[in-house]
């Protein structure tokens, strides 16, 4: 699938060189992330920009912009210069954001650019804790004393750990964080039974002993992690898919999109960064901005009506 999209790209690119300074005239590039130093989002553009940086031809820098679970990086964004010089790195959260707290700029105030990866979720624990299971979880979680830790509160980690809470039938305490890496800390002084997260911002914990990772939140288990159970494979049918991608304010030139278009599928076959996000579990899905508006669209729909069935917006 990614040689396809590399021949559509070539295509639809043409003659455009995707570092012409003529056809985009910026000194440097800031990708914006709302998450916090060493959160996912943040770990995915900083090695994103080390790899889009020699292609592009321009210095690509990560400016961490937090606060109202994004809204404050969308608003950002929405005001922002249309010429390529910034860039949103965008996950669910800003979808759930903008559907849970109305901000005054939405994902509907942005232009989806490109998807990059689908990124597996990780029920994790402390490996110093007494969880060796994800039922040994649950079973606390029926007495009444669980406490569950996701990143912030519009997030799909917690939209997952809410999922987790109807298909178990318990009703454990899901606590939020502005940030992964103050909800992991959490989790590691034992205040939080399990925290949810990925693996590239779990996995130097996971190797130093440190967390001990319980099941995925996918359809099937991860090729690289085949010791990992699927919650739903465990009985519990909670399946999510986080994707990362980037989107900038609306009307970005086209020779910027064609850019985009062409280095991201370049970067994702560069043997450094390749090394990295196989490493991290990360799945490589390439969307060019007519598919990843038609997949943002899709995602803000059926996002709307699972919270409107479950009762969390009118």
């Known amino acids: 699938m990614l040689k396809l999209h590399l021949a559509a790209a070539a295509v639809a690119i043409s003659c455009v060189s995707a570092a012409s300074a003529a056809d985009y005239p910026v000194k440097s590039i800031a990708l914006v992330t709302h998450s916090s130093p060493g959160a996912g989002g943040d770990v995915?553009?900083?090695?994103?920009?080390?790899?889009?940086?020699?292609?592009?031809?321009?210095?690509?820098?990560?400016?961490?912009?937090?606060?109202?679970?994004?809204?404050?990086?969308?608003?950002?964004?929405?005001?922002?210069?249309?010429?390529g010089s910034v860039f949103y790195g965008t996950t669910p959260t800003f979808i759930y954001t903008s559907l849970l707290s109305d901000p005054e700029f939405s994902y509907k105030d942005l232009d989806p650019l490109v998807n990059v990866f689908e990124d597996p979720e990780l029920i994790f624990t402390s490996a110093k804790g007494p969880f060796n299971t994800l039922e040994d979880v649950v079973k606390k979680a029926r007495e009444g004393r669980g406490a569950w830790g996701a990143a912030n509160p519009a997030s799909l980690e917690r939209q997952s750990l809410e999922r987790l809470k109807t298909a178990t039938g318990v009703n454990a305490s899901v606590v939020t964080h502005e940030g992964g890496g103050d909800m992991m800390i959490n989790v590691l002084n034992?205040?939080?039974?399990?925290?949810?997260?990925?693996?590239?911002?779990?996995?130097?914990?996971?190797?130093?002993?440190?967390?001990?990772?319980?099941?995925?939140?996918?359809?099937?288990?991860?090729?690289?992690?085949?010791?990992?159970?699927?919650?739903?494979?465990?009985?519990?049918d909670v399946v999510v898919r986080k994707f990362r991608g980037i989107a900038g304010p609306q009307g970005l030139p086209a020779d910027v999109v064609a850019a985009w278009e062409a280095a991201i599928p370049e970067v994702l076959e560069s043997p450094d960064f390749k090394k990295w996000y196989v490493a991290g579990s990360l799945k490589a899905d390439f969307m060019t901005q007519e598919e990843y508006r038609v997949f943002i669209n899709g995602f803000a729909e059926e996002t709307e009506t699972f919270l409107r069935d479950a009762g969390v917006i009118d």
């Open 44 to 83: 995915f553009l900083r090695e994103l920009a080390k790899g889009l940086s020699p292609v592009l031809g321009v210095p690509v820098v990560v400016e961490n912009i937090s606060g109202g679970s994004g809204a404050t990086a969308m608003a950002f964004l929405a005001k922002a210069p249309k010429d």
């Open 190 to 236: 034992g205040s939080l039974d399990i925290g949810v997260g990925e693996m590239q911002e779990l996995s130097a914990q996971v190797e130093a002993g440190e967390l001990r990772i319980l099941a995925s939140l996918t359809n099937e288990r991860l090729a690289d992690h085949p010791e990992i159970p699927t919650a739903k494979e465990l009985g519990y």
